[in-house]
């Protein structure tokens, strides 16, 4: 079974800095989706990365998908309060076809 | 379009009691998926229906079990709840097959006593 290992587990951070968010597995994804999980309701889908090298932008949000399609990070220019939230990497596992979610980074962002 | 939606949004249950859960996905979405959200082990995949079918199961339980009604709806039942089910139950909806590219509803917040 593939995992999703995020790091960091916990952030809290100035209003201004930037971040980054990792999101790594020892094995190959055919393509990874970034949510946003705010208290108390469901996973919001933010992107979805599919060939390697891949970079996408997003308002102040940039992903980026690895080479070898093991790895994406998300980093976040100019952190606003409104950033906080539960960030959660996802990918479908290539030996079950299980959507399988990673251990997620806590964000907060202090005004 | 309209999101997804759950119902209940809480729900207070005791020990060896069942419960159901509903979900109804975003119009046209075939696929539907739950997964049982707590803070120790984080988001884990329940199961997946596409076209009434459950094509994909997550390693809960048999006390754990779904459906899903020809108009894509789905409900999701756990019988003889204990502790440990507390959880927020999620459901997510895709247009495709296999699970790609989710939107959630709000989730069901489940505590049982």
């Known amino acids: 079974t593939q995992l999703l290992e995020q790091s960091p587990q916990f952030l809290s951070i100035q209003e201004g800095e930037n971040l980054t968010v990792y999101c790594n597995s020892s094995s190959v994804f055919s393509s990874l989706q970034w949510y946003r999980q705010e208290p108390g309701e469901g996973p919001v889908l933010l992107v979805t990365v599919v060939t390697g090298g891949e970079v996408k932008k997003l308002k102040r949000l940039t992903f980026q998908f690895g080479d070898a399609r093991k790895d994406s990070s998300l980093h976040i220019t100019a952190a606003q309060p409104g950033d906080t939230g539960l960030y959660l990497c996802a990918g479908v596992d290539s030996g079950t076809y299980k959507y399988i979610f990673g251990t997620g980074t806590r964000l907060k962002v202090l005004a | 379009k309209a999101g997804v939606t759950q119902t209940p949004r809480y729900l207070i249950k005791t020990r060896g009691q069942q419960v159901t859960l509903s979900c109804s996905p975003i119009s046209g979405h075939r696929s539907v998926s739950w997964y049982q959200q707590t803070p120790g082990q984080g988001l884990q995949f329940l199961f997946e229906?596409?076209?009434?079918?459950?094509?994909n199961k997550g390693n809960f339980p048999g006390r754990f079990s779904g459906r899903q009604f020809s108009n894509s709806r789905s409900e999701m039942n756990v019988s003889t709840l204990e502790l440990g089910d507390s959880a927020l139950y999620l459901c997510a909806s895709s247009s495709l097959e296999g699970s790609y590219e989710q939107y959630f509803g709000p989730g069901t917040r489940l505590t049982v006593t």
């Open positions: 229906y596409f076209s009434e079918t459950q094509r």
